[in-house]
């Protein structure tokens, strides 16, 4: 889940003009004007570093990545467990189709 969770998050901090950095596999640093401030663990956690304590700046990025870093950890959770959707060719044959005709697709278990 690490790996899915760190993409995500990334691309949402990136959505909003906040740049990443994976630090290693167990986190994914935030950095403020290329420098590193925060880190986000794999568990949703993120942590002030040394060089962003003293910055109000830092500390409101701190919160904003916080309230992002929960959202995605929950809903990446949510996605890991989720059953896999079949769609029978019958139904739809291409991803283009499947979103021009949605009330055509029948959501089933496996069989």
């Given at each position: 889940?690490?790996?899915?969770?760190?993409?995500?998050?990334?691309?949402?901090?990136?959505?909003?003009?906040?740049?990443?950095?994976?630090?290693?596999?167990?986190?994914?640093?935030?950095?403020?004007?290329?420098?590193?401030?925060?880190?986000?663990?794999?568990?949703?956690?993120?942590?002030?570093?040394?060089?962003?304590?003293?910055?109000?700046?830092?500390?409101?990025?701190?919160?904003?990545?916080a309230?992002?870093?929960?959202?995605?950890?929950?809903?990446v959770?949510?996605?890991?467990?989720?059953?896999?959707?079949?769609?029978?060719?019958?139904?739809?044959?291409?991803?283009?189709?499947?979103?021009?005709?949605?009330?055509?697709?029948?959501?089933?278990?496996?069989?």
């Amino acid at each position: 889940m690490e790996r899915e969770y760190f993409k995500e998050l990334s691309r949402r901090l990136r959505e909003e003009g906040t740049e990443t950095s994976l630090a290693d596999k167990q986190k994914l640093e935030v950095l403020l004007h290329g420098q590193p401030v925060l880190y986000v663990s794999t568990t949703g956690d993120v942590f002030l570093l040394p060089a962003g304590s003293k910055s109000e700046e830092a500390s409101e990025l701190y919160h904003r990545v916080a309230a992002v870093a929960d959202e995605v950890y929950e809903y990446v959770k949510v996605l890991q467990g989720a059953p896999l959707l079949h769609v029978s060719s019958a139904t739809a044959t291409t991803t283009k189709e499947i979103i021009r005709q949605p009330n055509r697709i029948s959501l089933s278990g496996p069989a």
